[in-house]
Nanobody, 122 residues
Framework: VQLQASGGGLVQAGGSLRLSCAAS????????MAWFRQGPGKEREFVAV????????TYADSVKGRFTISRDNGKNTVYLQMNSLKPEDTAVYFC????????????????WGQGTLVTVSS
């Protein structure tokens, strides 16, 4: 599976962005899809994960209530809607995939996109 993330950019605090991650190369079916991020000088951290069916997505506490993960299996694409952005959300955002289960550990994922930079100004 090849993953291509897009949608990053510069936004003011309180603003919104929607990231997209398009999958290609083989069937998208059954794969767990997740978003991670890596801020300046920080380790890569979990943001959100969604199963093939889209039910019961899981979020990091730091983004809960502000970010929404969704997927369109017909388009082989997963999205991350980010609202009420804060300067601490500034990071390179990566999409990743794996087979079940839906875990939150980066090293458990074996397909990664190239990352898209999100910068939130105060």
């Amino acid at each position: 599976v090849q993953l291509q993330a897009s949608g990053g950019g510069l936004v003011q605090a309180g603003g919104s962005l929607r990231l997209s991650c398009a999958a290609s190369g083989r069937t998208f079916n059954g794969y767990v899809m997740a978003w991670f991020r890596q801020g300046p000088g920080k380790e890569r951290e979990f943001v959100a994960v969604i199963t093939w069916t889209g039910g019961s997505p899981t979020y990091a506490d730091s983004v809960k209530g502000r970010f929404t993960i969704s997927r369109d299996n017909g388009k082989n694409t997963v999205y991350l809607q980010m609202n009420s952005l804060k300067p601490e959300d500034t990071a390179v955002y990566f999409c990743a995939s794996r087979t079940i289960p839906a875990v939150t550990t980066p090293r458990a994922y074996y397909h990664w996109g190239q990352g898209t930079l999100v910068t939130v100004s105060s």
